[in-house]
């Protein structure tokens, strides 16, 4: 039969992915946080999962190294999809993407008085696309983690970053001031593969699109 590599990262996309797989009859048989392999064997001898950084499964999709994958829009809009079938909304892994303020600063006054915003961010293309569509001037500077630091020691003003309790601002006495998009994970593809295993993977998207959660 022929073999399908799918591309996951661990933590709350596996979680949530791991009951999907199951109602496609694929059980995987280590568990990513407890093993140190990258390769996950399954049940299933044709069907294999590699575990990679949640912003690299596009990459990893996209030259075909993985034939599908599951990653958050967020991911998606920074990649930009190219080489990318995407067919479903999985409703997995939710959260928003959102601007964040220091507790005392007035974002609404700000824009509306037309202030050049320091913007700390991982999501530069998204960040970049929304204060553009608002007419609101920003300096974007592209961070990789702990967004949540920059305002506190005046890297930034605000920075824009996924937020689901809200307690990691809370914390550090941020306010979230303006939801840029809803962000859930989406099942991605590699087109070439779809044409070429069309039999192997359509089972795994039917199985997938019956067992979402609406
Ligand atoms: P890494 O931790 O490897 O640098 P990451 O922080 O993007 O990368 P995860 O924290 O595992 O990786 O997040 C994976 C995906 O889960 C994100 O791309 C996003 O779609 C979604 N996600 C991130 N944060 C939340 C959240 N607070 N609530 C729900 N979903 C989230
Ligand atoms: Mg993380």
Do not use: W
């Not at 390769?39 to 299933?44: D, G, V």
């Amino acid at each position: 039969m022929t073999a399908i590599t799918i591309a996951l990262s661990k933590g709350r996309i596996f979680e949530d992915t791991a009951p999907l797989l199951r109602a496609a009859g694929i059980e995987v048989l280590d568990d990513p946080e407890a093993s140190r392999k990258l390769i996950l064997a399954t049940n299933r001898d044709h069907v294999r999962l590699i575990i990679v950084r949640a912003s690299d499964v596009p990459t990893y999709v996209q030259y075909g190294a993985a034939d599908m994958g599951i990653a958050g829009k967020d991911v998606l809009l920074e990649h930009g999809g190219a080489g990318l079938y995407q067919p479903l909304d999985l409703n997995i892994a939710r959260c928003r993407m959102m601007v964040a303020t220091p507790e005392g600063f007035d974002y609404e006054s700000a824009v509306r008085q037309g202030a050049r915003l320091r913007i700390a961010t991982k999501y530069v293309q998204t960040a970049r696309e929304h204060f553009a569509a608002k007419g609101v001037h920003v300096d974007l500077i592209k961070l990789y983690g702990s967004m949540e630091l920059a305002p506190l020691v005046g890297l930034a003003d605000a920075i824009v970053d996924l937020v689901s309790s809200g307690n990691t601002l809370k914390a550090n006495h941020l306010k979230a001031v303006e939801e840029i998009m809803p962000i859930s994970s989406r099942l991605i593809i590699n087109q070439a593969a779809l044409k070429l295993k069309r039999n192997v993977i359509q089972p795994v998207l039917d199985a997938f699109s019956a067992a979402i959660e609406k």
